[in-house]
Structure formats: structure tokens, C-alpha cells
């Protein structure tokens, strides 16, 4: 049986026992799933491995786990892709999120670009999604997500960086080689402008296409973090 999984924010190492202080988890173990003493699940500290817990005691805002396993995760991504992408619709953006948090992206950079449709979002809830998506694919380590960034500050990375628009050359895995760290930046709806093109250019990074089919931009989204992350 699938044993439950939930991300902690206490640093698990090699201990025998841990107290996890999060009364929010402690609600849902006890309340929502009806977990008692006795009950294993998996717990995660982002670290890469995945712990078996069993229950040994529940506290008002608090549980005590004993830890009877632990292993490395199976699920980690086969490189590090930072997603820097212009807001979009609320919706549509929180679909980003969920999607390349399940497919394996590492780091989401929201960017107020030129043909932003609005230069703010709601970060908690964003982190509130990703930890969800995180729990139910599997993951062992969540991915981040920075509060929004002008475009003119995302340009100088230490990894390469690859931009998407449709009048780019075509892009092949084989442009990727093995890069990781790995950044990917993806378009408002209408695309980068001018300006911006050519800012990715004088910024040495170089501007691909996904082929002759003009893609939304969450659409683009799926489509780049699948290829990077999959192929």
C-alpha cells in the first residue's frame, strides 16, 4: 500500500525520532486522514530522501515520529531547470506551477516583462500548490518560487539560459547537452518583445522556437519542462 507523504520542516537526518512542529500537519493527520498512534507514512525534508514514520504520539500542535527507514528518493530530476516565466492569467500561472512541479522543475521565476498581464501574484498560495503537487507526485525535493522579478534582472544567470519564441531557430534536446543548472524562459501571450529579443541576445542567450506551431504560454511551458526533463 502507498503510504502517505508529506513535506516537514524539520531537518530529519539520521535521527531516531522527530518532533514535527506544524499544527497545520498535525490537524490533517489526525483530523482528515484519522491517523492514530501506530500509523506509518513518509515523511520528506527536502533533502532527497524519504523517510518511513510511524506515529508514536500526538500533541496539540505537534507529532512524534520514530523513523524506521530511510532511503534515497527514486524520483529525482535527471537535471536542475530553473523555469523564468512572464506573468500570465492567475489561473493559468498556478497550472504552470502545479504541472512542472510534477514534471520535476526546480526553480520558478516569474518575470514582469513587457506584455505582462499583471506584476504581482499571490506567492503563498503558489507555494501552498507546489507543496501539494510535490506530496502527490512523488517528489522528495519541492521546487521554490522567487517573488516577481523584472525582466532587465533576470538576463545575467551563472548556467545557461535558453529563451523560446516562435521566430527562434528550432530547438533539440541536443541543445541542451548536459547543462545543470539549466534555465528555460518562457513568453507572455504575443510573446517577448522586440526589445526584449534583443536583450536575450546581447545577453549571449540564445533564442529557440518549439516548431512552426504557435503555442499558448502555459502550453509552451509544459511542452519545454517535458522535453528538459523527460527526454
Not at 510534477?102 to 526546480?106: A, D, F, H, Q, R
Given at each position: 500500500m502507498r503510504l502517505h507523504r508529506f513535506f516537514v520542516p524539520e531537518q530529519i537526518g539520521d535521527s531516531d525520532t522527530v518532533i514535527v512542529k506544524d499544527s497545520s500537519l498535525t490537524h490533517q493527520l489526525r483530523h482528515v486522514f484519522r491517523f492514530t498512534v501506530g500509523g506509518q507514512v513518509i515523511l520528506l525534508d527536502n533533502s532527497g530522501f524519504e523517510y518511513r514514520a510511524m506515529i508514536n504520539e500526538f500533541h496539540p500542535s505537534a507529532v512524534t515520529f520514530s523513523i524506521v527507514s530511510k532511503r534515497g528518493s527514486p524520483n529525482i530530476p535527471s537535471r536542475e531547470l530553473h523555469l523564468f516565466v512572464s506573468i500570465i492569467k492567475k489561473d493559468k500561472f498556478e497550472w504552470i506551477v502545479e504541472k512542472g512541479t510534477?514534471?520535476?522543475?526546480?526553480k520558478f521565476v516569474p518575470i514582469i516583462s513587457d506584455r505582462s498581464e499583471k506584476k504581482s501574484l499571490n506567492i503563498e498560495r503558489l507555494e501552498k500548490i507546489i507543496l501539494e503537487a510535490s506530496e502527490q507526485s512523488g517528489k522528495?525535493?519541492?521546487?521554490?518560487?522567487t517573488e516577481p522579478i523584472k525582466?532587465?534582472?533576470?538576463?545575467?544567470?551563472?548556467?545557461?539560459?535558453?529563451a523560446f519564441h516562435p521566430t527562434g531557430d528550432v530547438f533539440t534536446i541536443e541543445h541542451a547537452?548536459?547543462?545543470s543548472p539549466l534555465g528555460a524562459f518562457i513568453g507572455p501571450e504575443g510573446g517577448w518583445s522586440d526589445k526584449e529579443i534583443f536583450a536575450f541576445k546581447q545577453n549571449k542567450i540564445k533564442v529557440y522556437s518549439l516548431g512552426?506551431?504557435?503555442l499558448r504560454a502555459e502550453t509552451a511551458a509544459l511542452a519545454v519542462s517535458t522535453l528538459l526533463l523527460l527526454s
Open positions: 510534477e514534471l520535476g522543475v526546480s522528495a525535493i519541492r521546487p521554490v518560487i525582466f532587465e534582472d533576470t538576463l545575467r544567470q551563472e548556467y545557461p539560459c535558453f547537452q548536459n547543462y512552426n506551431t504557435i
